[in-house]
């Protein structure tokens, strides 16, 4: 009888290990049958540690078409100049901006959360890169029917950060396509003769700048400097979709 009780009582434990085992795998985030059935549809279920933006809600905030789709800019194309207004009041173009090698042009915006969580990023990559010849210049695509979107709020908000860079209203929404920005924000990185040579993301982690592993328009500048071509040369942009006018 002793040895059936403990032969029951071993049964007993292994039963309550395996539980736990499955019941840890889930919580890890392991692949469960469920996370395997999606990521073979092409879903992939959010990894805490993975996930890009702030907290899920709403749809995902990457890209989802391509560059042909977008119908914009593409890698190696020369982009148009603009002259837009700033914050200041004052007109800038590329052609302006004196000892340029380069322009990190990024369509970012006033409201979007992606576009808060890189504000500072932006301000940093301008203070870093300006004087090296690679100026962040800053468009707002949203349309200006959200009063949170147009000149002054943008104002208010580039003194706000405190903004070390152009932040300039896209007036009539007609830059914006020409580039195929879709996202806020959605960096286009020109070479002097203002080709493209990079486009998408400004890294590899939006909700958390400490976790970032991958730069990926530093790590462009940095090729562009050494006489190489960026690699990768294309991300897909996080962010909120541009908000066009409703006429």
């Known amino acids: 009888m002793r040895k059936i009780s403990i032969l029951i009582a071993i049964i007993g434990l292994s039963a309550s290990v395996l539980v736990s085992c499955k019941n840890e795998t889930k919580k890890s985030g392991e692949p469960t049958a469920e996370n395997q059935h999606k990521e073979h549809k092409g879903e992939h279920p959010p990894h805490d540690g993975d996930r890009k933006g702030p907290p899920k809600g709403g749809g995902s905030p990457e890209q989802t078409k ?3 789709e977008i119908g914009g800019y593409k890698i190696g194309d020369v982009a148009t100049d603009f002259n837009l207004k700033n914050v200041d009041g004052s007109m800038v173009s590329l052609a302006n901006i004196e000892n340029a090698k380069g322009y ?13 969580l890189y504000e500072d990023r932006l301000i940093a990559l301008n203070n870093e890169y300006a004087p090296k ?3 962040v210049i800053a468009i707002n695509p949203n349309s200006p029917e959200n009063e949170k979107e147009g000149y002054e709020a943008m104002q208010k908000r580039a ?18 396509p020409q580039y195929g920005a879709v996202r806020t924000p959605h960096v286009f990185l020109l070479d002097a003769e203002r080709k493209v040579q990079y486009i998408g993301t400004i890294d590899d982690n939006a909700k958390s700048p400490e976790d970032v592993k991958v730069k ?3 790590d462009a500048i940095e090729a562009l400097e050494k006489g190489e071509k960026p690699n990768p040369n294309f991300t ?11 006429a």
Not at 104 to 116: A, G, L, R, W, Y
Not at 159 to 176: A, H, R, W
Not at 236 to 246: F, H, L, N, Q, T
């Open 159 to 176: 003194e706000e950060k405190g903004f070390t860079f152009p932040y300039l209203v896209d007036e009539g929404q007609k830059i914006y």
């Open 236 to 246: 897909k942009a996080i962010g909120c979709p541009v908000k066009a006018s409703r």
């Open 216 to 218: 990926f328009v530093e």
């Open 66 to 68: 391509t560059l042909e």
């Open 133 to 135: 010849g690679y100026p």
């Open 104 to 116: 990190i042009v990024t369509f970012t915006c006033n409201e979007c959360p992606f576009s808060k």
